[in-house]
């Protein structure tokens, strides 16, 4: 298993540009998250979905879009990268959204916008 | 709302050393509490958890006991080492509300072991 994977690892954009963060998980987990990373901050959730064609807004979603078409992939868009955007984006899964359960992560994804 | 407090980093410690981080948190239902491990340039991976009050989560040495009574967390070792040198992250999960199952992490404390 490749567990969680992530792409691009490091990203460069410009004010106002759109990029797609890329998600992907072999492990049939039915929940997925999107996180971002920064300074002091911990990790805050922006969306998570608990299956295909269900999403839900986390704790910072605004200028973020997602959608979960299959099981396996759950990307994360900018449709206008903002400076304080910059960050990094962790994705994670586990089995349904279970209190117990382990969320795997993936390695991240370092964006900077200029 | 759920919330996580961890100890203020960064903490500097020669190899051998006791380790104790401290973790306390708040939360509306019968949360699950976690530790997680961030190695330089890595993601977060689970290092322990503990599911119910009076558990002992341990893994690798680190150990951490739910205390329901005192809504702590705190992860300990014995004798630390270089490699243990990493970000540690306290989190719990819960279903505040009866809405969906949320992860909530404290701010992380960095752990620098010196040999």
């Known amino acids: 298993n490749a567990g969680v994977t992530q792409t691009p690892k490091f990203q460069v954009l410009k004010t106002g540009q759109s990029m797609t963060l890329q998600c992907a998980q072999d492990m049939n987990h039915e929940y997925m998250s999107w996180y971002r990373q920064d300074p002091g901050m911990g990790l805050r959730l922006i969306h998570y979905s608990v299956g295909a064609g269900i999403t839900d807004q986390g704790e910072v979603p605004n200028g973020y879009n997602v959608s979960r078409s299959t099981t396996e992939d759950f990307p994360l868009r900018l449709l206008s990268a903002a400076p304080s955007q910059t960050s990094v984006y962790f994705c994670?899964?586990?089995?349904?959204?279970?209190?117990?359960?382990?969320?795997?992560f993936g390695p991240g994804t370092r964006l900077l916008v200029l | 709302g759920d919330s996580v407090t961890q100890m203020e980093g960064p903490v500097t410690l020669s190899e051998e050393a006791f380790l104790t981080i401290n973790c306390t948190y708040t939360?509306?239902?019968?949360?699950?509490l976690f530790w997680y491990v961030q190695y330089p340039g890595e993601g977060l991976q689970l290092l322990l958890k503990a599911t119910k009050a009076d558990d002992k989560g341990s893994n690798k040495g680190f150990e951490a006991t739910y205390r329901k009574e005192t809504t702590s967390f705190h992860l300990e070792k014995g004798s630390v080492q270089v490699s243990d040198s990493a970000v540690y992250f306290c989190?719990?999960?819960?279903?505040?509300?009866?809405?969906?199952?949320?992860?909530?992490f404290g701010k992380g404390t960095l752990l620098t072991v010196n040999p």
């Open positions: 994670a899964s586990s089995y349904f959204g279970q209190v117990g359960e382990t969320q795997y």
């Open positions: 989190a719990l999960s819960d279903r505040s509300g009866g809405s969906n199952y949320k992860l909530t």
């Open positions: 939360a509306t239902g019968y949360p699950s």
